[in-house]
């Protein structure tokens, strides 16, 4: 049972390229989200979806979009890459609503914007 | 003021030592109450949730206080293991599964 796979692990982009990071989860999880990590700023939501179809914005949606066609399968994709835009990606998934369950991380995404 | 808030810390303790963490949270709805951890580069894993009675596990003990919106965190004989950054979690609204993140408490164990 792997969990949540998120691929690249490390990533370089230059100012402008766009990029897809990929998440995907094997528990059947209806609900699943991206959050960007950054010093001093916790954990912050991006999108998140409660099922295939169905996306919204989260606290910092801007430069980023995401699609759901499948329970599993969930990627982000930055539009065109900004210096501010470098952060630690985590992509996450949870059973059930509610927000009564833990989420189960990705070993995350450092994406580094030059 | 932030949704849920955590002193940084770090909070420098002996092996051997009890610990306690508190966080704040600003929203008086919210539902559900977790502590995660999450080791330096790694990503955060749950730890426990936060029932409203408190609950334990082992030498990890949460309690929740809605009337002062806070949880806290208390370690009993602390390992070198158990250094790492504690995150408060909180379901802020009751909609859907958002969960909104504390900055973190970070916790080193010394021997």
């Known amino acids: 049972n792997a969990g949540v796979t998120q691929t690249p692990k490390f990533q370089v982009l230059k100012t402008g390229q766009s990029m897809t990071l990929q998440c995907a989860q094997d528990?059947?999880?209806?609900?699943m989200s991206w959050y960007r990590q950054d010093p001093g700023m916790g954990l912050r939501l991006i999108h998140y979806?409660?099922?295939?179809?169905?996306?919204d914005q989260g606290e910092v949606p801007n430069g980023y979009n995401v699609s759901r066609s499948t329970t599993e399968d969930f990627p982000l994709r930055l539009l065109s890459a900004a210096p501010s835009q470098t952060s630690v990606y985590f992509c996450?998934?949870?059973?059930?609503?509610?927000?009564?369950?833990?989420?189960?991380f990705g070993s995350g995404t450092r994406l580094t914007v030059v | 003021r932030k949704e849920v808030e955590q002193d940084p810390g770090p909070f420098n303790v002996p092996e051997g030592a009890t610990v306690a963490f508190n966080c704040t949270y600003s929203?008086?709805?919210?539902?559900?109450f977790f502590w995660y951890r999450q080791d330096c580069r790694k990503e955060p894993k749950l730890l426990m949730s936060?029932?409203?009675s408190g609950n334990e596990d082992g030498r990890f003990t949460a309690q929740l206080n809605r009337a002062s919106q806070y949880i806290s965190l208390l370690i009993r004989d602390s390992k070198l293991s158990d250094s790492a950054t504690y995150l408060c979690?909180?379901?802020?609204?009751?909609?859907?599964?958002?969960?909104?993140f504390g900055g973190g408490t970070r916790l080193m164990v010394k021997p």
């Open positions: 996450a998934s949870s059973q059930g609503t509610g927000g009564s369950y833990g989420y189960t």
């Open positions: 528990m059947n999880h209806e609900y």
């Open positions: 979806s409660v099922g295939a179809g169905i996306t």
């Open positions: 929203n008086s709805a919210s539902q559900s």
């Open positions: 936060v029932y409203s």
């Open positions: 979690v909180v379901n802020p609204h009751n909609a859907g599964n958002m969960l909104t």
